[in-house]
């Protein structure tokens, strides 16, 4: 490949892939990363800022991606970028719950009625299982203080199962119809309960309102992280102001820290923004954005 400088190279990345492109140089421009998720159907475009990223270049891509119609945000560099940063407890949270006794098909129904296009087993059929397994080790690595292992996936995989790939996961799919729930899954998801052991004797009573807090709170919280560290300066970065649209009590993350551990321990910046009254959506402050790891 023949190349005129200056010019920049730019890799689509796996969010298991984060700062393993980030020390190249080419003359005054350096290579910077983009992250589209996933490119087919999102029209989201994260472009990725690292120590060396000249800002001539970020404007170079931003205009790059406003061309192939695609919408552009500035994040940092940090396992997961920032929009799967964000998202990485949603299926962790799904799958705490199903170890404690709720019905899988259940949670997808709740989480697509409250107007996501899909739940997050089903999502996880759709990505496959060999990503979900390859992305969580980079999760647990990284933020292993508020992480919850389950072995179901793995499970999954050792039956034979690998979602929509091949036609087998938590649904079946055939060409030309709509998933639909397999119910011979239900032997795998009980020997993934007795290895975690977490189901109090039986499964637990919760309502759909609670299996949308248990999914989607720890999912703002990490969002809060995200601005505390700096990685997106706005919180309208996160285009999660639909989410966050409800005044949410704060403090049920502390009541589920104290039954489940870090997983659900309230961010400082969660709990700072909610001692003082500051809307989440309100700019992070400096103090704030120079604790980014960039």
Not at 83 to 112: C, K, M, T, W
Not at 196 to 214: A, Q, V
Not at 220 to 238: F, K, M, T, W
């Amino acid at each position: 490949m023949l190349c005129f400088l200056p010019f920049v190279m730019c890799f689509s990345l796996s969010p298991s892939l984060h700062g393993k492109f980030t020390s190249m140089e080419f003359g005054p421009w350096i290579n910077d990363e983009w992250h589209k998720i996933p490119v087919h159907l999102m029209p989201l475009l994260e472009i990725v800022r690292t120590q060396k990223t000249s800002p001539q270049t970020i404007l170079d891509l931003m205009t790059v991606g406003k061309v192939i119609k695609k919408v552009p945000v500035v994040v940092g560099n940090c396992t997961g970028f920032a929009v799967n940063r964000a998202f990485f407890p949603y299926a962790q949270g799904a799958h705490l719950l199903v170890n404690l006794g709720v019905d899988e098909f259940r949670i997808d129904r709740v989480i697509s009625n409250f107007g996501l296009p899909m739940g997050p087993f089903q999502l996880q059929d759709l990505a496959g299982y060999g990503v979900a397994m390859a992305v969580g080790k980079e999760y647990e690595k990284a933020f292993s203080d508020r992480i919850f292992k389950s072995p179901l996936v793995e499970l999954l995989v050792k039956k034979g199962r690998n979602g929509k790939n091949n036609g087998k996961g938590f649904y079946t799919y055939e060409k030309g119809s709509k998933p639909k729930p397999d119910p011979s899954v239900l032997p795998i998801i009980e020997e993934s309960r007795r290895i975690t052991n977490i189901m109090p004797g039986k499964p637990i009573l919760i309502t759909d309102k609670e299996i949308l807090e248990m999914v989607l709170f720890p999912v703002v919280n990490e969002a809060c992280q995200v601005l505390d560290e700096g990685i997106v300066v706005r919180a309208s970065d996160l285009d999660i102001t639909s989410a966050l649209g409800m005044s949410f009590p704060s403090y049920r993350l502390k009541k589920w820290s104290e039954m489940y551990g870090g997983f659900y321990k309230p961010s400082k910046f969660l709990e700072e923004r909610a001692i003082k009254g500051i809307p989440l959506s309100a700019p992070a402050t400096p103090a704030a954005t120079s604790k980014s790891r960039l």
